[in-house]
């Protein structure tokens, strides 16, 4: 699972980060915690707060309005491992396969915008020393055509860590589970999903398959 957070910078910079800071300053009265999903789900240290069955209940109201108001546009991928270790005798790794799928509906969209020759740099959270070196040879792999579409992709990898606060990975990470949990599980209640579905990338019909969400195989 990879979900790319698509903001405008002048968004970014006006409504998305004083956002998050807003929402960090109310719950713990400073803006250096990091928001992390499965921090909130199961809570420890600065999250102890959760506990309170009042408080969480606030705080979740909260990250509903943030991720709401927050102006961003939503492109994930789902690559399926199981499925795809059982097509394929050499399954690719999902994780470069979500990152090709992600990096060339990033591409269509910014074409739509007339973006697409502009240069786009696209942030990443650090993993590990051998973990980004494969991540940014194949990011650069991808940008240089190794694609659908056989072009030239004009971005630019930007490696961070996850101790660097950036707004914009803090809720990548956030909408990340919800969004594989309603491909695992489709039926199933989903409300952090529902949230979510308004943002999604989509075609002129309104459709999202295929163009703000790719699952795959």
């Known amino acids: 699972m990879l979900a790319l957070c698509v903001f405008r910078k002048q968004d970014y910079i006006d409504v998305v980060c004083p ?50 108001t927050s102006p961003f546009v939503l492109i994930a991928s789902v690559v399926r ?72 992709l004009p971005f630019d990898i930007v490696m961070s860590p996850k101790e660097s606060n950036a707004p914009g990975m803090q809720l990548a990470d956030l909408v990340a589970r919800p969004i594989g949990i309603k491909a695992l599980r489709p039926m199933q209640t989903n409300r952090a999903y529902d949230t979510l579905e308004p943002k999604f990338r989509r075609s002129p019909k309104g459709e999202i398959r295929g163009w703000g969400l790719k699952s795959f195989p």
Request: hydrophobic fraction near 35%; include cysteine; charged fraction near 35%.
């Open 19 to 68: 956002a998050v800071q807003r929402l960090k300053f109310k719950h713990w009265g400073h803006d250096s915690v990091v928001l992390h999903e499965h921090d909130i789900r199961k809570p420890y240290g600065p999250y102890g707060f959760l506990f309170d069955p009042v408080r969480r209940v606030e705080f979740m109201s909260d990250m509903n309005t943030l991720i709401e």
């Open 81 to 152: 491992k199981l499925e795809l270790t059982k097509t394929y005798a050499l399954p690719a790794n999902p994780y470069h396969l979500g990152l090709e799928f992600g990096l060339e509906r990033l591409h269509k969209y910014l074409e739509g915008y007339g973006q697409a020759e502009r240069l786009t740099h696209v942030v990443v959270e650090r993993r590990g020393r051998r973990e980004d070196a494969d991540l940014e040879l194949e990011f650069r792999r991808i940008c240089d055509g190794a694609n659908f579409m056989k072009r030239r």
